[in-house]
């Protein structure tokens, strides 16, 4: 159409608590925002029907015009068949086949991708990973979710279940895993994990100078705000959380010698009181050859990661 730019895609980012959805240019400007609450507890068809209203609204309301819809969802979910399979963030999403009931409303492409692969892909156009050949993300939240960029590509493997990297062991005889292993990475090192260790360390009657009863609202980001003010058993949490993460990032460095491991989620705005536990540790665990070049960063995009990477994704079907 005149005047309208050429090139643009939607990329959107389905969370537990948010909707986002993002108008991005093939360069990977994000030229338009808009967020809408999930509320899942409404259930599976009403959250649908808003969902495809905001990407109406967002189609008919903006100069741009759209060539495709990249979306993120969080998994499991077959992205060859464009189906959420049971995710447990959206608990009464079973077998959705999301990419199809999208493309037969808006006739245009749409790819269904798992989230954190959509985090990686846009960290590698965009942001901390730019232009990375291989990159390894991490991301920190609920659980760990991650995804693997190999030669330039997205690694899912066979069956699309790979790099699942907070489903790693750490600890052979630690507590059982959702995933039916024991010891999982994100058991430890998880924004939930880290919440989780505050309040048994305080059942403990190890005292806290800010978090004083188990009845408070403790979050990861409250932990490092008090690691950040002094507070010595946050302090020692974030650092538990940066050797167990160091412990892992030694493993896939050992096993993948990546160019860049990349962090993102709201726990590394710890910044150094978490990423120099994990260097050190790294440093301490890893092939000295394989470690040398690899860079450990925080991401850069936030919460734009998702909405990029599934812009990518839809723009190089
Ligand atoms: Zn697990």
């Keep these: ?32 925002k808009k967020r809408l609450p999930t509320l899942k507890e409404q259930g599976k068809k009403v959250v649908i029907v808003r969902f495809l209203k905001a990407i109406d609204s967002v189609i008919k309301n903006s100069k741009y015009t759209i060539k495709g819809i990249g979306i993120g969802c969080p998994g499991p979910l077959d992205s060859k068949k464009g189906i959420v399979l049971s995710p447990p963030n959206l608990p009464d999403w079973k077998n959705v086949p999301l990419r199809e009931i999208v493309k037969r ?36 939240g609920t659980g760990i979710g991650s995804a693997l960029i190999l030669n330039k590509k997205l690694w899912k493997g066979k069956d699309g279940f790979a790099s699942e990297f907070g489903h790693v062991s750490i600890n052979p005889k630690g507590p059982k895993c959702k995933c039916g292993n024991r010891g999982c990475l994100e058991l430890y090192a998880s924004a939930t994990a880290v919440a989780r260790r505050m309040k048994q360390t305080l059942k403990k009657g190890i005292k806290s100078k800010v978090f004083k009863s188990t009845k408070e609202k403790i979050t990861a980001a409250k932990i490092y705000q008090a690691a950040k003010m002094g507070d010595v058993i946050s302090k020692r949490i974030l650092d538990e959380a940066g050797f167990y993460l160091g412990v892992a990032i030694a493993n896939i460095v050992n096993a993948l010698n990546p160019e860049i491991v990349v962090l993102s989620g709201g726990m590394t705005k710890a910044g150094r009181l978490l990423f120099d536990k994990i260097k050190e540790t790294v440093k301490a665990r890893a092939f000295k050859e394989a470690i040398r070049g690899v860079k450990i960063v925080s991401g850069k995009l936030g919460e734009d990661a998702g909405i990029i990477g599934a812009s990518w994704r839809v723009k190089n079907l």
Excluded: H
């Design 105 to 140: 409303r808006f006739n245009l492409p749409v790819y269904l991708e798992n989230d954190a692969n959509c985090a990686g892909l846009g960290e590698n156009w965009q942001g901390a990973g730019k232009g990375a050949s291989s990159m390894v993300l991490l991301t920190l």
């Design 1 to 32: 159409m005149k005047g309208r730019k050429s090139s643009c895609y939607l990329g959107i980012d389905i969370g537990g608590t948010n909707i986002r959805l993002g108008v991005v240019d093939d360069k990977g400007k994000i030229l338009l």
